[in-house]
């Protein structure tokens, strides 16, 4: 829903408290989720009894998932069922998503051997695995859907209040006057327990201004941006002292001495070849350097 820009938060819609994860479906506190459990172990007790699973191992594995879902460590003991031992040292998570070990068919093979019964081990895995997702995980996802979705006219009054109350308590409990730009202080001027009993406008109105007032002030004070900003000016500052063009490189000076050495031998040349006529010998003398 949070991908979607349906809500504003990921938190789990039950309890308000958690990021809602695969794994916080089954563990949430909600008081909804607790008694959806309790119904569903409720349910695979008796499945279990059904399927002449002795009551040893019943016990464990409705332990084994309890402990799961309080958030409870289970150590491994020699009280234990073998296959629960097992289990244990893969780890709870793997029973709740339907990850069992072998030892669970090999276990009930025998028993039912001892009970001279004709079902199969293999066929109580399979069949467990598949009630571990219609008895407990289906439930909780419907109860959440129904919870989210299925709502009557008031319910819908009721949770939209609740969810901006919910939004205004975070927002004011998660920041400070102190941090805010001077201009949007004023939204703690009334206390908290005063604002909840606001009606929906005026929250909706208080949210809406807290999420402008804090964008803008991070704005302002992102400290990335005061860093680069004081980079900028300081060297803007220095560029403005330092005197023109001392920065670019200087020009590489070329000698021109070839250049009017070629211009002469060619001016020689063309002498040759046309010979100016002179008027007298005189002229014609080479002119020699005063001394
Ligand atoms: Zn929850």
């Given at each position: 829903m949070l991908r979607r820009n349906h809500w504003r938060a990921d938190y789990c819609?039950?309890?308000?408290?958690c990021v809602e994860t695969h794994d916080h479906l089954l563990t949430c506190t909600h008081q909804q989720c607790i008694d959806t459990f309790r119904s569903s172990i409720e349910k695979m007790e008796v499945w279990l009894y059904s399927q002449h699973t002795p009551p040893k191992l019943i016990l464990d594995i409705l332990q084994l998932l309890t402990n799961w879902k309080q958030g409870i460590e289970t150590v491994i003991s020699t009280r234990h069922s073998p296959p629960i031992q097992t289990q244990i040292h893969l780890g709870n998570r793997h029973l709740i998503e339907?990850?069992?070990?072998k030892h669970f068919s090999a276990f009930m093979d025998e028993h039912y051997a001892s009970i001279l019964s004709k079902k199969s081990g293999k066929r109580w895995s399979a069949m467990f695995i598949q009630k571990i997702w219609t008895l407990i995980h289906k439930p909780q996802w419907e109860n959440r859907n129904t919870f989210v979705h299925k709502l009557n006219e008031e319910a819908v009054k009721t949770r939209l209040r609740e969810n901006l109350q919910q939004e205004l308590t975070t927002m004011y409990l998660s920041?400070?006057?102190?941090?805010?730009l001077h201009n949007d202080r004023h939204l703690y001027d009334r206390s908290l327990s005063e604002l909840l009993q606001s009606p929906n406008a005026h929250l909706m109105a208080w949210n809406e201004e807290m999420r402008v007032a804090l964008s803008e002030r991070d704005r302002q004070f992102q400290p990335d941006q005061q860093h680069q900003a004081a980079f900028m000016h300081k060297w803007l500052d220095r560029s403005r002292d330092?005197?023109?063009?001392?920065?670019q490189k200087k020009k590489r000076r070329v000698s021109t001495r070839v250049r009017k050495r070629i211009s002469l031998l060619h001016h020689r040349q063309l002498k040759r070849q046309h010979p100016i006529p002179h008027s007298s010998d005189e002229e014609s003398q080479p002119k020699r350097r005063k001394r």
């Open positions: 819609p039950r309890c308000r408290i339907g990850r069992i070990t920041n400070l006057k102190e941090t805010l330092r005197p023109p063009r001392q920065h």
